[in-house]
């Protein structure tokens, strides 16, 4: 039985995904093809909360699927400019599972992540797979893990370009 965790960046996927190829992810699809026959020990979806309601019927989804989501407050400056992101929160939640799975997906292009990934295949011996969008994941992120898998065909939506 292998064991696995899933860590879904939302945000990262969502805007590359849409900007490469004008749609969304298909997380059901995504999920069934990163877990297999494996078992699920853990599964993340990091999120901003708008408080809009397609958003949060998009929440529902994911939640139908598998995901427990993870939601942190969209915040806009005094100057215009926006934060939102969940980087340090991913990380902490894939260091502190690593170490009770044998395998962990990380759902993201964010090269932010390439030393996360070193580090726990180096301390927890745990397999790391990157499922990103292929043209706007980073170069060390994708050396960093043991596969990558470019999301494309039928972990899409639909395609619109």
Not at 39 to 48: G, N
Not at 88 to 113: H, N, P, Q, W, Y
């Amino acid at each position: 039985m292998v064991r696995v965790a899933l860590f879904a960046d939302v945000q990262n996927i969502y805007y590359t995904a849409r900007e490469t190829f004008g749609c969304q992810v298909n997380y059901a699809a995504l999920w069934r093809h990163a877990v297999g026959e494996d078992t699920v020990v853990a599964a993340y979806a990091y999120a901003i909360e708008r408080h809009d309601p397609r958003q949060q019927q998009f929440q529902h989804a994911l939640r139908d699927i598998g995901f427990e989501v993870r939601l942190k407050p969209f915040i806009q400056r005094r100057d215009g400019s926006a934060k939102g992101d969940w980087d340090v929160g991913i990380t902490l939640d894939v260091f502190e599972t690593a170490k009770s799975v044998d395998r962990v997906v990380l759902i993201s292009g964010d090269g932010d992540f390439a030393e996360l990934l070193t580090r726990i295949r180096q301390r927890f011996g745990v397999k790391a797979d990157v499922y990103g969008v292929q043209a706007l994941t980073a170069q060390a992120l994708r050396q960093a893990a043991d596969h990558f898998v470019p999301i494309e065909g039928s972990l899409l939506q639909n395609t619109r370009r």
